[in-house]
T-cell receptor, first 112, second 120 residues
Framework: GQNIDQPTEMTATEGAIVQINCTYQ??????LFWYQQHAGEAPTFLSY????GLEEKGRFSSFLSRSKGYSYLLLKELQMKDSASYLC?????????????FGAGTQVVVTP | GAVVSQHPSRVICKSGTSVKIECRSL??????MFWYRQFPKQSLMLMAT?????????EQGVEKDKFLINHASLTLSTLTVTSAHPEDSSFYIC????????????????FGPGTRLTVL
């Protein structure tokens, strides 16, 4: 089995930076995904890490440390539209067909 | 590219009836489709994995006779909630993935917009 832990909720002001941490325990790690989900909508893909290090994509960056079982998603220059749930998901080599296990999600609230 | 649709987006039904939800990949052929259920303020819970032409693989605790999955083609999978009860009310989301899809590198899942099921 595997455990994926992320904070339940985070609040930040517009223009600020927020870092969402995700820790996981799994065997056969084969990649970590971050998805954004607005209320009542489907998740949308944000980033993917399989090797250690930082992946930057515009205002969003994601970091992975496989030895520590740790990832974070960094959101810079926060905008009101960034208020959403952010889901950390892990893929294992033993899971076929790209199956993912999701964390409970972190609700980010951006205030004016 | 990589658009997944679901139909219907919302459905209200009486207890004891069956409801069918369709999931379609519109501009690609999906090797695999996944069905999730999500309760309010909770994460996605994988129900089953579906490959075209074969039986679905259900997660532990998910009743395969209650949640019937048919994957008749590479672009269509259906989930039928049989004899629905109020506790089945939830947000059902499908996703599709395919290895080697142009424009993707990670075999990520592409999600449909979800179906809100309310059982009275």
């Amino acid at each position: 089995g595997q455990n994926i832990d992320q904070p339940t909720e985070m609040t930040a002001t517009e223009g600020a930076i927020v870092q969402i941490n995700c820790t996981y325990q799994t065997s056969g790690f084969n990649g970590l995904f971050w998805y954004q989900q607005h209320a009542g909508e489907a998740p949308t893909f944000l980033s993917y890490n399989v090797l250690d290090g930082l992946e930057e994509k515009g205002r969003f960056s994601s970091f992975l440390s496989r030895s520590k079982g740790y990832s974070y998603l960094l959101l810079k220059e926060l905008q009101m539209k960034d208020s959403a749930s952010y889901l950390c998901a892990v893929r294992r080599t033993t899971d076929s067909w790209g199956k993912l296990q999701f964390g409970a999600g972190t609700q980010v609230v951006v205030t004016p | 590219g990589a658009v997944v649709s679901q139909h219907p987006s919302r459905v209200i039904c009486k207890s004891g009836t069956s409801v069918k939800i369709e999931c379609r990949s519109l501009d690609f052929q999906a090797t695999t489709m996944f069905w999730y259920r999500q309760f309010p303020k909770q994460s996605l819970m994988l129900m089953a994995t579906s490959n075209e032409g074969s039986k679905a693989t259900y997660e532990q605790g998910v009743e395969k006779d209650k949640f019937l999955i048919n994957h008749a083609s590479l672009t269509l999978s259906t989930l039928t909630v049989t004899s629905a009860h109020p506790e089945d009310s939830s947000f059902y989301i499908c996703s599709a993935s395919v290895a080697g899809l142009a424009g993707t590198s990670y075999n990520e899942q592409f999600f449909g917009p979800g179906t809100r099921l309310t059982v009275l």
